[in-house]
């Protein structure tokens, strides 16, 4: 398979805990994305990385946030002293072109309940 | 108030009817205008891609973008039970790096 793949699919966790996400883009694909989805809505924009470089990022990523992209490849999320509005679908996508085009292509996501 | 508007649903529609889909928005520095698909508990994938405004066909699906009145449609004819899904639009301005802000889906049911 050779989508946008995403570790784990599914974390509980407790308030207070720290978790972390994995994300590996489709191979030829130097730039990655993440968003943020809640129950009901549409995906928000968190991070973008081109290549290692860390480009943008929104002001929804609060400092308990932080992404990396070590190498250009694979890319994590890390969420400190998580909060229960934490819980949500974590979705990270690839592209080759710049997003004028439209065409992300999506991981199935992380789902994140914070208890 | 949302930069991107979609009404939730659920519209359900018999097999074969033909769907209107809609979004409004309210930054008219939106210039590149996008559809995804999103079934159940999978990732979003992109139906349609419209720069500017016009009207843009693929197959059953019609993507059509006013500018004028920020408003933006995605007919999709002839539906099938595979359609049903959570439609997203999605936009973006040349100003705004590589963020793009979706509407919150409408749920759309297909019925046999």
């Known amino acids: 398979d050779t989508g946008v793949s995403q570790d784990p699919r599914h974390k509980i966790t407790k308030r207070g805990q720290n978790v972390t996400f994995r994300c590996d883009p489709i191979?030829?694909?130097?730039?990655l994305y993440w968003y943020r989805q809640t129950l009901g809505q549409g995906p928000e924009f968190l991070t973008y990385?081109?290549?290692?470089?860390?480009?943008?990022k929104s002001r929804l990523l609060s400092d308990r946030f932080s992404a990396e992209r070590p190498k250009g490849s694979f890319s994590t999320l890390e969420i400190q002293r998580t909060e229960q509005g934490d819980s949500a679908m974590y979705l990270c996508?690839?592209?080759?072109?710049?997003?004028?085009?439209?065409?992300?292509?999506f991981g199935e996501g992380s789902r994140l309940t914070v208890l | 108030q949302k930069e991107v508007e979609q009404d939730p649903g659920p519209l359900s529609v018999p097999e074969g009817a033909i769907v209107s889909l809609n979004c409004t928005y309210s930054n008219s520095a939106f210039q590149y205008f996008m559809w995804y698909r999103q079934y159940s508990r999978k990732g979003p994938e992109l139906l349609m891609y419209?720069?500017?405004?016009g009207n843009k066909e693929d197959g059953r699906f019609t993507a059509q973008v006013d500018k004028s009145s920020k408003y933006i449609s995605l007919f999709i004819r002839d539906s099938q039970p595979s359609d049903s899904a959570t439609y997203l639009c999605a936009m973006k301005s040349d100003n705004a790096g590589n963020m793009l802000t979706f509407g919150g889906g409408t749920r759309l049911m297909v019925k046999p």
């Open positions: 996508a690839s592209s080759l072109q710049a997003t004028n085009t439209g065409e992300l292509f």
């Open positions: 990385f081109q290549n290692e470089a860390q480009l943008e």
């Open positions: 419209t720069y500017s405004s």
């Open positions: 191979s030829e694909h130097n730039r």
